[in-house]
């Protein structure tokens, strides 16, 4: 990642006393989560026009016959919050049906649409059943009927399914190395894609030729509607031998089982089918429609901080790249900066983790703890780092804050953050010395936001 020179919910930090610095960038990070939660997007999003049978989408009339039924299917960490206000727009006028599949611990009440839990970010048998579900919800779709797909950033665990001559443990072992291998979420969903048979546009082809409407929440930089939730209602543009590709760049074929590894070098010789391309007739009645951006979550914190008397700058919202070397940057652009004080720098994106370790934490908190180790001599800046889902990797924290007080703290307490770093166990030193922060699932999911507040006096260059 480079940056270029810089121009002019309900949540709680642990453990230790927020001062004034740590309460407003945790309110600015919770501002930018609350623009893109579902019953915001959603109702914007969908209208039933009145006294008609038609549903507009995204500004597309889509009118539903006497005859018809109208389904709402979906996957991801914001599945049932989506599906909920669906149900809340459309039941009144229209019988509904349907199934999501959301994250343990993310499930909400719904009416008339079946909800089911499972493994996030390693699939388990539940993911495997939701996809069966799924499918076979999809072949009782009629051609005059209309599916609403919700999808959001998790569904590429949430749906799995088993290739043929292998087993579930087998796909777990291949995801987990994914997750740790450093590979981007481009790449590990290329991979995901050719090992499913719901992935990459294969839901989309399932149900041709009913219509079909996504609502997508991105989770993926740029935005590809290929990429994000792997696609299921997308046409895939990657192949077999692109998947071959990634294995061998992260050093994969001889750490995952023979047998996915067979299925792949048969998708490669032609003797499994590829994933439905561009142009494919079977997707012409699908229409996928972005709800939910990272941009739109960013403005809204940007906002924010300009009420609490910050001036915020927008960096970019397509950060990506190693945490350290994105940390080292992000803390050097806030060194450089020479606007109007107190300052407000955002940025978002997605950053990427070779796990070598063994702790406990996740690429956000990572980042900030490598930001800490950078900004320990600067007590004008304050860092936060945060999943805009409410869960950095396998913990109970969306991310974590830290400024020169917090490397104090920890030096106080004899805590080397180098040796933790290098452990992969930001979790643990900030449980010690300060700055986790708690939301509970936030029921969205656009990626992560990074926030640099700098103060008026005290900054070093």
Wanted: net charge negative; charged share 15%.
């Amino acid at each position: 990642m480079k940056i270029l020179a810089v121009s002019c919910l309900t949540a709680f930090f642990m453990p230790g006393k927020m001062n004034n610095t740590t309460a407003d960038i945790k309110d600015i990070f919770l501002q930018g989560v609350a623009a893109v939660h579902p019953q915001q997007l959603i109702r914007k999003n969908v209208q039933v026009i009145p006294a008609t049978r038609v549903i507009n989408i995204s500004g597309d009339n889509y009118a539903i016959p006497e005859q018809a039924a109208v389904w709402i299917l979906g996957a991801g960490k914001a599945a049932a919050a989506m599906a909920q206000e669906l149900e809340n727009i459309l039941i009144a006028h229209f019988p509904v049906q349907g199934m999501v599949v959301t994250k343990y611990g993310h499930a909400l009440p719904l009416q008339q649409v079946a909800l089911v839990e499972a493994g996030h970010p390693v699939p388990d048998e539940q993911s495997v059943a939701a996809s069966v579900k799924l499918l076979d919800m999809a072949a009782k779709v009629q051609p005059h009927d209309l599916v609403i797909f919700l999808l959001s950033g998790g569904a590429s665990a949430l749906l799995a399914d088993v290739p043929a001559h292998s087993s579930l443990p087998e796909v777990q072992q291949l995801f987990d190395a994914l997750l740790k291998s450093g590979a981007d979420i481009r790449e590990m969903n290329t991979v995901r894609k050719h090992l499913s048979g719901i992935k990459g546009g294969q839901l989309a082809k399932s149900i041709y030729p009913a219509t079909l409407c996504t609502l997508v929440l991105s989770d993926v930089v740029g935005d590809d509607l290929s990429v994000i939730g792997s696609g299921p209602t997308v046409a895939d543009p990657s192949t077999f031998a692109d998947t071959m590709n990634v294995l061998r760049k992260y050093h994969l074929p001889e750490k995952i089982p023979a047998s996915l590894l067979q299925h792949i070098e048969n998708g490669v010789a032609g003797r499994v089918p590829e994933t439905p391309k561009p142009g494919d007739p079977s997707l012409q009645h699908t229409h996928n429609y972005l709800t939910g951006t990272n941009r739109v979550a960013l403005e809204a914190a940007a906002a924010k901080a300009r009420q609490l008397g910050y001036h915020p700058v927008l960096l970019s919202d397509t950060i990506t790249g190693e945490v350290h070397a994105v940390a080292d940057d992000l803390v050097q652009t806030a060194l450089r900066y020479n606007g109007p004080l107190p300052a407000c720098l955002l940025a978002g994106g997605e950053t990427t983790v070779e796990v070598t370790g063994n702790g406990r934490g996740g690429r956000n908190q990572q980042l900030a703890l490598a930001a800490g180790i950078a900004l320990a001599h600067h007590p004008a800046l304050t860092f936060l780092s945060g999943g805009t889902d409410g869960s950095d990797g396998p913990t109970n924290a969306a991310g974590a804050i830290v400024d020169a007080s917090t490397m104090k703290n920890a030096a106080k307490m004899q805590l080397d953050p180098n040796s933790f770093l290098q452990q992969n166990d930001a979790w643990h030193f900030f449980s010690k010395a300060g700055g986790l922060m708690i939301t509970g699932p936030t029921q969205t999911n656009v990626m992560d936001l990074m926030i640099t507040l700098i103060t008026a006096d005290g900054l070093k260059i």
